[in-house]
């Protein structure tokens, strides 16, 4: 899976992505992501990438050529034109269902932006579909981009070595997920469930299903809803 980054600031993705599972998938060539500046494709001395909005506002806005130019940059030579995401507050928020989705393409472009935003002609030409984390607004879409890309790629075999766990994870199966521990058995006078030390593996899967029920049951009712409906 191959993650081209459109953005102003290519060393914060640099510096992230080369961290633990996202890093070792690289080094494994399992994920690749690369960070392009958007501010080398500018073509004026001062390297400006954005200009005021027409129309008054506050905040100034994203310019196209630097960004058209930047995309055809990336895309130049393939033969198919890769799937392009404008992270932005007005998108389709992210699920994981989505994320499951978008682990099976071979090639994405995430656009990001910054200031006010971008120009609308960037969306109309370019982007396939914009994605949002959540409804809240950011200074950026590099921070949004990272979750996208934490997320798609920790689905891709042999990214994370406990391979086959996703079947419990929360929301995979439309559930949030059972509560976990580890050693010791009892901390401070806190023990942990007996059940989970009983070895009965049958009684321990049933009790981790009602561990999911009850607890999507209380913390979201949405989801507990909807898994009720998909039953
Ligand atoms: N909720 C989000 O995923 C999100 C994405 C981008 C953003 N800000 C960017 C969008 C264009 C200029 C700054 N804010 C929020």
Redesign the pocket.
Known sequence: MKFDVLTLFPETFELVMKESIIGRAQEKGLVEVNAIDIRDYTKDKHRKVDDYPFGGGSGMVMMCQPVFDAFRAVTQGLDTKPRVIF???Q?RVLTQKMAVELSKEEHLILLC??????DERIIEELVDEE???????????EL?AMVLIDCVSRLIPGVLSSEGSFSDESHFNGLLEYPQYTRPAEYEGRPVPEILLSGHHANIQKWRAEQSLERTRKKRPDLYEEYLKGK
């Open positions: 992270m932005s507050p998108g932006g910054h200031y006010e935003g971008i994605i949002s984390i959540g409804d809240y607004v950011l200074t950026g879409g949004p």
